[in-house]
T-cell receptor
Framework: DAGVTQSPTHLIKTRGQHVTLRCSPISGHKSVSWYQQVLGQGPQFIFQYYEKEERGRGNFPDRFSARQFPNYSSELNVNALLLGDSALYLC?????????????FGNGTRLTVT | GENVEQHPSTLSVQEGDSAVIKCTYSDSASNYFPWYKQELGKRPQLIIDIRSNVGEKKDQRIAVTLNKTAKHFSLHITETQPEDSAVYFCAAGGIDTDKLIFGTGTRLQVFP
């Protein structure tokens, strides 16, 4: 079985630009969550989507947005990039909503903002 | 606000020894406590999790204990091996919420 897949694996952007990160969940998983992991820290929750609806949002500015598609894949969008947005962006999928079932992470997209 | 503290930040042990990592959480509504192992440049991998209706769970060389009264939970690795070397993260969340709050990580080094 394929795990959670994310694209691209690496990305370099300049301040002020926008970026779109993509995630495909494990087959059969209907929930997708996004986390930001700054170097040397634990992942921080950004969003959770279940059945194409936003179910949770972390403490991130409105520059961050996301959506989930009918096939349960998801996109994370970040506008007006800042240097501080440089991080590893992790997508996780789970079978059920919330934390009723374990989260399985993808390999992440490493975003560098210069 | 919600917070998870994790100690120690680094831990070095000899192969074959035991390793213990401790976490404390602040949100009393938390009832799900997973542990993730993250090797350099790789994704966090779930190694064990515990829900609040049990106090201890074991899986071969790995065990997790939970003290809900004290809001503490711990990861115990016995008979450590060099391949156990990685960063370990604890996390806490509520079954009916949508997010995990992660600790700051423990870098475990197992020396042969």
């Amino acid at each position: 079985d394929a795990g959670v897949t994310q694209s691209p694996t690496h990305l370099i952007k300049t301040r002020g630009q926008h970026v779109t990160l993509r995630c495909s969940p494990i087959s059969g998983h209907k929930s997708v969550s996004w986390y930001q992991q700054v170097l040397g820290q634990g992942p921080q929750f950004i969003f959770q989507y279940y059945e194409k609806e936003e179910r949770g949002r972390g403490n991130f500015p409105d520059r961050f947005s996301a959506r989930q598609f009918p096939n349960y894949s998801s996109e994370l969008n970040v506008n007006a990039l800042l240097l501080g947005d440089s991080a590893l962006y992790l997508c996780a999928s789970s079978l059920l909503q919330g934390l009723l079932s374990p989260l399985h992470f993808g390999n992440g997209t490493r975003l560098t903002v210069t | 606000g919600e917070n998870v503290e994790q100690h120690p930040s680094t831990l070095s042990v000899q192969e074959g020894d035991s390793a213990v990592i401790k976490c404390t959480y602040s949100d009393s509504a938390s009832n799900y406590f997973p542990w993730y192992k993250q090797e350099l440049g790789k994704r966090p991998q779930l190694i064990i999790d515990i829900r609040s209706n049990v106090g201890e769970k074991k899986d071969q060389r790995i065990a997790v204990t939970l003290n809900k009264t004290a809001k503490h939970f711990s990861l115990h690795i016995t008979e450590t091996q060099p391949e156990d070397s990685a960063v370990y993260f604890c996390a806490a969340g509520g079954i009916d919420t949508d997010k995990l709050i992660f600790g700051t990580g423990t870098r475990l080094q197992v020396f042969p």
